[in-house]
């Protein structure tokens, strides 16, 4: 089973950047595709970004498409989420999730979430 730490979220100007990591312990968390998802005040959950076990593939909401770059390394167990251009719009609680059945768009399809991380932009 892979438990799942988040950390970097913080305070960013509009326009400025921030670096979300997300820190994997488990054995077999090369073989989980790994996403992020969103979940602001008031509002419900929503998809950011996902990435294969492999790496290979990517995907990304388009509110965010060109703005945010998710990877992975499967050496240190880690996935990242690079924010830039940030809007105000992107403020919310991001969280990583693992996801045994590829980079799926949907939240159901991931079976291990981290405690989230708070992002907050200025305008």
């Known amino acids: 089973q892979v438990q799942l730490v988040e950390s970097g979220g913080g305070l960013a100007q509009t326009g400025g950047s921030l670096s979300l990591s997300c820190a994997a312990s488990g054995r077999t968390f090369s073989s989980y595709a790994m996403g992020w998802f969103r979940q602001a005040p008031g509002k419900e959950r929503e998809f950011v970004a996902a990435?294969?076990?492999?790496?290979?593939?990517?995907r990304y909401a388009d509110s965010v498409k060109g703005r945010f770059t998710i990877s992975k390394d499967n050496a240190k167990n880690a996935v990242y989420l690079q924010m830039n251009s940030l809007k105000p719009e992107d403020t919310a609680v991001y969280y990583c999730a693992a996801s045994p059945s590829g980079p799926s768009y949907f939240d159901f399809r991931y079976d291990v979430w981290g405690q989230g991380t708070q992002v907050t932009v200025s305008s």
């Open positions: 990435i294969s076990w492999s790496g290979g593939t990517t």
